[in-house]
């Protein structure tokens, strides 16, 4: 289908398209897909530029729109290929997702993905970022999510004479 779309642009749209979803393992299923066909195009000189530069753009795009359904893949399959989009997704900066964002239980899945040695570069530097995830996801976890607002103690507790 990339190669044989009349543009970039008509390729990606047709991938996103297709492909769009937030969901774990819809997402898993199409990322793996699409990152075994890039490997595949970069693997053959013939259509390999123009399929290689197709794909890997509208996978850019998945995973920064759709980071709960494509980072784990992406991770897993192409850390190193996507390194920046998979920063992105985790630190939530940057990011192109209106309501996909990581919940709090999926950076944890991401930790257990990443095992307890980053064999790259790029994947040490996505460790520190979940594990940094992680610290926040537990101080929001304890302090509740607004994490502006001043604890007023036990007081706030029914049934608990306030001090």
Excluded: N, Y
């Amino acid at each position: 289908m990339a190669a044989e779309s009349r543009s970039d642009d008509e390729a990606e749209r047709l991938l996103r398209t297709l492909c769009a979803t937030d969901d774990w393992f819809e997402g898993g299923d199409c990322a793996r897909v699409l990152i075994r066909a890039l490997m595949t195009a970069d693997d053959e000189p013939a259509a390999a530029a123009r399929v290689s530069r197709r794909v890997g753009e509208a996978l850019s795009t998945l995973i920064l729109e759709h980071p709960r359904g494509f980072v784990p893949a992406a991770l897993d399959m192409a850390a190193d290929r996507f390194e920046r989009q998979i920063l992105t997704a985790v630190t939530g900066r940057d990011t192109t997702a209106r309501t996909s964002r990581l919940k709090p239980g999926e950076p944890e899945a991401l930790d257990l993905l990443l095992g307890p040695t980053a064999d790259s570069d790029s994947r040490a530097r996505i460790a520190a970022a979940v594990s940094g995830s992680l610290v926040h996801t537990g101080r929001e976890t304890w302090q509740g999510p607004d994490l502006g607002r001043r604890a007023t103690g036990w007081s706030d507790s029914p049934g608990t004479p306030a001090p």
